[in-house]
């Protein structure tokens, strides 16, 4: 007891609680894309962490081989990834937006093996690292903190800021919000809602882009990276409440935090079963969501 | 202004209005009564582009309705009031005005109309930062009305302005309309509250089985010994 204590009280928590909301940055701007998609078109994108990895494809690409500087590399990949999330909608999404749920799950399902398979094809399956260090800060003898992370954070906290000016202020950003409230009747407004849908799959993309240049910086790339923080996106979304995103920016914050102190008084792995158990528990008493609208 | 010729229009393969022509002339106020599933919906519907109609013709002011995008029906100068109003119950009652407005070539008014719709309506004022969710029913049917207004329309069609309200509140709605007819707004509304809209407007059809069966002055229908009898119960 005495040692569980101590172990509470040290610095060493402090910066376990630090690296949580860290963490939580970055998983806060990968459900946000995501969110944002299904709030207004009301389509899952399974293959969502897979269009993340075609953008640190992108990025590594662009910044080794093309020896680009890592910033302009990074806006590449926003750019790639938001084509592609245009394109996921104008060939595949736009056609099943009347068919069951079902089916439109099983289409971007197969959207997350054709990219796997794509990125097999075009890159192999070697593991490739950025090979850049942004090393750390140090904020006293014992309490370092990742450059990465702390730029994570704050990107992901502008984005957040950004985003809902956008949703808030703008009559781009009104409509995508009344859309979700009710498709049919925006015809009525003059909004061409075909547009509106390829504007939202866009910016879902661009987010993505966005998401895979911080996490480049963490992890090599591979084909198979998009399954191992899909599931944690998808689970952040859910446990937020579907389509709500200041919900899914709270669940990214409750999941990281979680996972950190989880892995500071056991393994690391011992966090991610905490906060999967967490999950399922909160699903248990409010399947709809944490932070699930009340309607 | 505004002219139906010979319109056929359904849902898929059931066709709900048969070879229907009516004109609404400038300043006026027309209704359309009938029954229940007589298809007056529909006609709303088709007028705006909600959904598309097999075959006839539609003319807004002498351009071609039917072959104008869905979304560009608003900027020719209708505006729809939908059947059960409709709102964006999750956004404020601003937002939802500004929603009305959402063309690029209507947002240089938004505040010049939106005082409009505010002395109109100085309650939507109050409740403004109010989500449209939590208004009471007739306060939504205010705040429809607006939305639809925001756009400075030329001709407002309103479907079923009355439906699931108070008759208290009724009647208040059906004064709103007499005011904005009032400021000269062209208006084509489908009722079945019948001896109520035939006391403010000009003109009124009757609508049956998807066709148009009597046409005639307000005056006259109110008086017609058929009307009184399938429509006021008399």
Same mark, same amino acid.
């Given at each position: 007891m005495a040692e569980f204590t101590e172990a509470l009280f040290s610095v060493f928590f402090v910066e376990t609680l630090i690296n949580g909301l860290l963490l939580g940055g970055v998983l806060a701007l990968l459900s946000l894309g995501l969110n944002l998609i299904f709030g207004v078109i009301?389509?899952?994108?399974?293959c969502y962490a897979e269009i993340i990895m075609l953008g640190m494809y992108t990025i590594f690409y662009l910044h080794v081989?093309?020896?680009?500087?890592l910033i302009v590399a990074a806006a590449g990949g926003v750019g790639v990834t938001a084509v592609l999330g245009w394109l996921t909608h104008r060939l595949v999404i736009g056609y099943l937006l009347q068919a069951p749920p079902i089916n439109q799950l099983l289409a971007t399902g197969g959207l997350l093996f054709f990219f796997q398979g794509l990125a097999m094809v075009a890159f192999g399956i070697e593991f490739r690292n950025l090979g850049v260090s942004l090393g750390s800060l140090a904020l006293s003898e014992d309490i370092y903190l990742s450059w990465t992370r702390l730029l994570s954070f704050a990107i992901a906290g502008v984005v957040v800021v950004v985003l809902y000016l956008f949703l808030a202020r703008s009559y781009l950003g009104a409509a995508i919000r009344a859309i979700s409230q009710d498709r049919e009747i925006m015809v009525l407004m003059g909004v061409n809602t075909k547009k509106l849908y390829l504007l939202t799959s866009a910016i879902g993309g661009g987010l993505a882009g966005l998401a895979a240049a911080l996490l480049v910086l963490q992890y090599d790339v591979h084909p198979f990276i998009g399954l191992s923080f899909g599931p944690i996106t998808f689970m952040v979304c859910v446990m937020g409440g579907l389509g709500n995103m200041v919900g899914g920016f709270l669940a990214a914050f409750i999941f990281s935090e979680l996972i950190t102190i989880g892995g500071y008084f056991a393994e690391l792995e011992w966090g991610y079963v905490l906060a999967f158990g967490f999950f399922i528990a909160a699903m248990f008493v409010r399947p709809e969501g944490l932070f699930a609208r009340k309607s | 202004m505004l002219t139906l010729k010979h319109v056929n229009a359904g849902y898929g393969d059931f066709q709900?209005?048969?070879?229907v022509s009516l004109e609404v002339k400038a300043g006026e106020a027309v209704a359309v009564i009938g029954p229940n599933g007589a298809g007056k919906t529909t006609l709303m519907r088709v007028i705006s582009g909600l959904i598309p109609a097999m075959v006839g013709e539609i003319e807004m002011e002498g351009v071609?309705?039917?072959?104008?995008?869905p979304y560009e029906i608003v900027g020719m100068g209708i505006a729809h009031v939908p059947e059960n109003r /409709?709102?964006?119950? /999750?956004?404020?009652v601003e937002d939802n005005l500004r929603m009305g407005c959402f063309l690029p070539k209507f947002r240089a008014r938004f505040e010049e109309r939106k005082s409009v719709v505010y002395e109109l309506f100085p309650r939507m004022l109050e409740r /403004?930062?109010?989500?449209?969710?939590?208004?009471?029913g007739g306060e939504q049917q205010m705040c429809a009305i607006g939305r639809a207004l925001m756009s400075d329309p030329k001709i407002l069609i309103m479907d079923e302005?009355?439906?699931?309200?108070a008759p208290v509140i009724v009647q208040q709605v059906f004064e709103l309309i007499e005011r904005i007819r009032g400021e000269g707004l062209t208006v084509l509304i489908v009722e079945q509250n019948v001896r109520q809209v035939l006391r403010i407007v000009d003109r009124a059809y009757v609508l049956e089985s998807g066709s148009l069966r009597v046409e005639g002055t307000a005056e006259e229908l109110l008086q017609s010994a058929e009307i009184q009898k399938a429509f006021m119960g008399m």
């Open positions: 009301d389509v899952v994108w399974i081989d093309g020896g680009l500087p | 709900a209005l048969f070879d071609s309705v039917l072959e104008a995008q /409709r709102l964006f119950p /999750r956004m404020t /403004r930062n109010q989500m449209a969710g939590t208004l009471s302005p009355s439906a699931g309200l």
